[in-house]
T-cell receptor, first 113, second 115 residues
Framework: DTAVSQTPKYLVTQMGNDKSIKCEQN?????MYWYKQDSKKFLKIMFS???????INETVPNRFSPKSPDKAHLNLHINSLELGDSAVYFC????????????FGSGTRLTVV | AQSVAQPEDQVNVAEGNPLTVKCTYS??????LFWYVQYPNRGLQFLLK??????LVKGSYGFEAEFNKSQTSFHLKKPSALVSDSALYFC?????????????FGKGTRLSVIA
């Protein structure tokens, strides 16, 4: 069983569209995260949620809206996609906010054309 | 705010030779330190972590790292490199007792092991 799973793995879409990426973890962790990896491979935190509650929003445009229906899921919805949104998005989880180790999903490669 | 520096974009080493991937950090107080590896088109895989105790930490695939508080460094090492070690390596840090502060990553170092 995959510990942190993301869908889809690849996503190609046109500018202006709205799309969602889903993330699920079966580790029983309380805290989940979204990271963005840009074309230069730099990893930057976007959001963190603890037990369905938003904890961190790192000045991400409000076109990005995370949603956590329960503590095992953290989905990312993106409105009005722009070329600059093209990146690999990684979901991760940790046991709790103070959790030392993160488990990462395999990533979603988003390409906006 | 915490930060991580990986001064080398690329490290090349011959198979069988020792390898070192450098990492220095800046954080308030004592750190938790990590190394992750990313193979092409894959997610990040955990290699090792320093929490407390022995400064020399051993991890997966024969890798190890040494925490040096005075130099604020956490360099990744392996005595004998394999071609299969070729990948992108990330150092990460968060302060101990940091509450909700997430992991902050360095920009990554691409390791190329040549046969």
């Amino acid at each position: 069983d995959t510990a942190v799973s993301q869908t889809p793995k690849y996503l190609v879409t046109q500018m202006g569209n709205d799309k969602s990426i889903k993330c699920e973890q079966n580790l029983g962790h309380d805290t989940m995260y979204w990271y963005k990896q840009d074309s230069k491979k730099f990893l930057k935190i976007m959001f963190s949620y603890n037990n369905k509650e938003l904890i961190i929003n790192e000045t991400v445009p409000n076109r990005f809206s995370p949603k956590s229906p329960d503590k095992a899921h953290l989905n990312l919805h993106i409105n009005s996609l722009e070329l600059g949104d093209s990146a690999v998005y990684f979901c991760a989880s940790s046991q709790d906010l103070g959790g030392v180790g993160y488990t990462f999903g395999s990533g979603t490669r988003l390409t906006v054309v | 705010a915490q930060s991580v520096a990986q001064p080398e974009d690329q490290v090349n080493v011959a198979e069988g030779n020792p390898l070192t991937v450098k990492c220095t950090y800046s954080v308030s107080g004592n750190p938790y330190l990590f190394w992750y590896v990313q193979y092409p088109n894959r997610g990040l895989q955990f290699l090792l972590k320093y929490i407390t105790g022995d400064n020399l930490v051993k991890g997966s695939y024969g890798f190890e790292a040494e925490f040096n508080k005075s130099q604020t460094s956490f360099h990744l090492k392996k005595p004998s490199a394999l071609v299969s070690d070729s990948a992108l390596y990330f150092c990460a840090v968060r302060p101990r007792n940091s509450g909700n502060t997430p992991l902050v990553f360095g920009k990554g170092t691409r390791l190329s092991v040549i046969a």
